[in-house]
């Protein structure tokens, strides 16, 4: 099975601000990286996909970039709505997994 | 609108079954391949089990392999789980969610709201 590291676990942030979560695979991946946002209770929701594809209706303000083993998740400016908690997903092969998740609060 | 509804989640003992159903509609559900993901109360999600659209080609996680059962009726835009000698370490929310494929690319764009499973004595 592929693993996931996601860094960091928690992360503290100002809106308007900008933050940087870090996901590494286990064995390389290419670009068959996904990222998403989960609010409590909720359903996980795709924001981005190969890597760097910012799913339409995605704010800008959301970017993702790497390939092979290690890949970044960035948000700028933040808004009151990002604060959620942030999870990576390899789809290179099945078991599909995901990584540990990033909680982004208020500071 | 693209939507999809679980039902079947319920408290169950240790060692017994459960059938889960996830109603597709607003989009052809036979060229999608589709996906349970489960969640456990404050971890992260858990990819479970896939099966293809039309030829029915089904995976599973190690976790559930031998237990559970991923199944569809196309006819119905249906996808069904069925879990069986359940362990307390499957409680969770048990999510379907559709897989698109964008040029080889896949990843899981429509998620239900998920139904919950509590196996406990």
């Known amino acids: 099975d592929i693993q996931m590291t996601q860094s960091p676990s928690f992360l503290s942030a100002s809106v308007g601000g900008r933050v940087t979560i870090t996901c590494r695979a286990g064995q390389t991946i290419s670009s068959f990286l996904n990222w998403y946002q989960q609010k409590p209770g909720k359903a996980p929701n795709l924001l981005i996909f190969?890597?760097?594809s910012l799913l339409t209706g995605v704010p800008s303000r959301f970017s993702g970039s790497g390939s092979g083993t290690d890949f970044t998740l960035t948000i700028s400016n933040l808004q009151s709505e990002d604060f959620a908690t942030y999870y990576c997903?390899?789809?290179?092969?099945?078991?599909?997994?995901f990584g540990q998740g990033t909680k982004l609060e208020i500071k | 609108e693209v939507q999809l509804v679980e039902s079947g989640g319920g408290l169950v003992k240790p060692g017994g079954s459960l059938r889960l159903s996830c109603a597709a509609s607003d989009f052809t559900f036979r060229n999608y391949n589709m996906n349970w993901v489960r969640q456990a109360p404050g971890m992260w999600p858990e990819w479970v089990s896939s099966i293809s659209g039309s030829r029915g080609d089904t995976s599973y996680a190690h976790s559930v392999k031998g237990r559970f059962t991923i199944s569809r009726d196309n006819a119905k835009n249906s996808l069904y789980l069925q879990l069986t000698s359940l362990r307390a370490e499957d409680t969770a929310v048990y999510y379907c969610?559709?897989?698109?494929?964008?040029?080889?690319?896949?990843?899981?764009?429509?998620w239900g709201k998920g139904t919950t499973v509590t196996v406990s004595s």
């Open positions: 190969a890597a760097s």
């Open positions: 997903q390899q789809s290179y092969s099945t078991p599909y997994t």
């Open positions: 969610a559709r897989d698109y494929d964008s040029g080889g690319y896949y990843y899981m764009d429509v």
